[in-house]
């Protein structure tokens, strides 16, 4: 049997949609030879499963960045390429990863992460939107099943896009096996090279975007008393997306500059030490699909304050601690409490690593399997 995988989201800085390709299909590539896979790239199709240094990741978003200036139909020169590869390989199943399934002669099967776009659309690139708006309601007739990541996405669905249960299978994401707790003297190297004392900071990692509430993360994060500022300060790790080019002067309005770290885009090499060095980790989104850098803190043995919407209970289950995303004075007596109370943090500590091992990526390969011969055989 054959399958054509959406291979596009690896040629980006890996987050969110590409390490779910990345790590579902690493796993099936090495579990499965009965499926032969081949990924589609856009301009290249290979039975290669990419896997770029940083600085790979960021000439080939400058080269598509060029692309789409000087050539508006650029999408439609990827599903042009899409069909003609078809035409000279035959394949039992398509699945794309990226939300608008292209024309394909036989069971396609999508992922739907999540419904942002359709909920919050303030949220994304107005470019985006009229992209999705345009192409992903009208194609859907084209899907033989849908995946999501969590039954609160999946009740989105049905809700919001009349999908019938039965045509939508909820597979949970996994964790990498790096996210495990780490010494101190085996952290310390990486955190001292981002200025960081370990088990002495507060940690966020995510998109710097508005989805992700960061905003009302430093309004929590000033109302704690100064003292416990200067003793933890708060780290945020990730990109400076759109929109929020007003972060610098939220955070001198706030007066809480001196206590703020930002490193940017760290690689998933130095992750796990930068999550088993925190005190706590943070994570006030107001809507996810499913939230994978909760479950990769609790995998490395750190207590977790997160949202009470979405799909993030389902994930960090008792594990955590959940505060509604708009509730800024409770989100602060949280992080304060967990801060001055090192038993209620061990608690949570081992809760959230008994609760990780739930999700894995191999789990979420297998069921993808089962997905795919459910499909090819109702042909």
């Not at 508006?72 to 990226?98: C, I, S």
């Not at 975007?209 to 000033?222: G, H, I, Q, T």
């Not at 002067?249 to 930002?262: D, V």
Request: net charge positive.
């Amino acid at each position: 049997m054959r399958v054509i995988v959406n291979g596009i989201p690896l040629l980006d800085l890996r987050s969110g949609v590409g390490n779910y390709v990345y790590h579902t299909f690493k796993v099936m590539l090495s579990i499965h030879k009965e499926w032969d896979i081949d990924f589609y790239y856009g301009l290249q199709w290979s039975k290669k499963l990419k896997d770029r240094p940083v600085a790979s990741f960021v000439r080939a978003r400058r080269f598509t960045e060029h692309l789409r200036k000087i050539y508006p139909l650029y999408r439609n020169t990827l599903a042009l390429l899409f069909a003609v590869g078809q035409g000279w390989k035959k394949f039992d199943l398509y699945h794309e990863t990226n939300y608008v399934p292209m024309q394909f002669a036989g069971p396609t099967v999508l992922t739907i992460f999540d419904l942002s776009f359709h909920y919050f659309p303030e949220t994304h690139p107005i470019e985006r939107i009229r992209y999705l708006d345009r192409h992903f309601y009208s194609r859907l007739n084209r899907v033989s099943h849908f995946i999501t990541i969590s039954d609160s996405v999946k009740q989105e669905m049905i809700d919001c896009l009349s999908l019938p249960q039965d045509k939508i299978t909820v597979i949970p994401l996994g964790v990498e096996d790096c996210f495990t707790p780490i010494s101190i003297d085996q952290l310390s190297p990486i955190t001292e090279g981002y200025g960081l004392k370990p088990r002495a900071y507060i940690l966020y990692v995510g998109t710097i975007e508005p989805r992700k509430n960061v905003f009302n993360l430093l309004k929590a994060y000033s109302l704690l008393p100064l003292s416990l500022r200067v003793t933890y300060p708060l780290v945020l790790v990730g990109e400076k997306s759109w929109l929020m080019e007003k972060l610098d002067k939220e955070i001198e309005r706030l007066n809480i500059q001196r206590t703020i770290i930002k490193t940017g885009y760290v690689s998933r090499e130095d992750l796990p030490a930068l999550y088993s060095g925190a005190t706590i980790f943070v994570y006030p989104s107001r809507y996810e699909g499913f939230g994978l850098p909760p479950l990769e803190a609790m995998a490395c043995g750190v207590p977790v304050v997160t949202s009470s919407v979405s799909s993030l209970p389902e994930v960090v289950g008792d594990a955590g601690v959940l505060v509604h995303p708009e509730d800024i004075e409770r989100m602060a007596k949280e992080i304060q409490d967990l801060l001055n109370n090192s038993r209620r943090r061990q608690m949570l500590s081992a809760r959230g690593l008994e609760r990780s091992k739930c999700f894995t990526w191999r789990k979420c390969a297998v069921e993808t399997l089962q997905v795919y011969d459910r499909m090819v055989q109702n042909v």
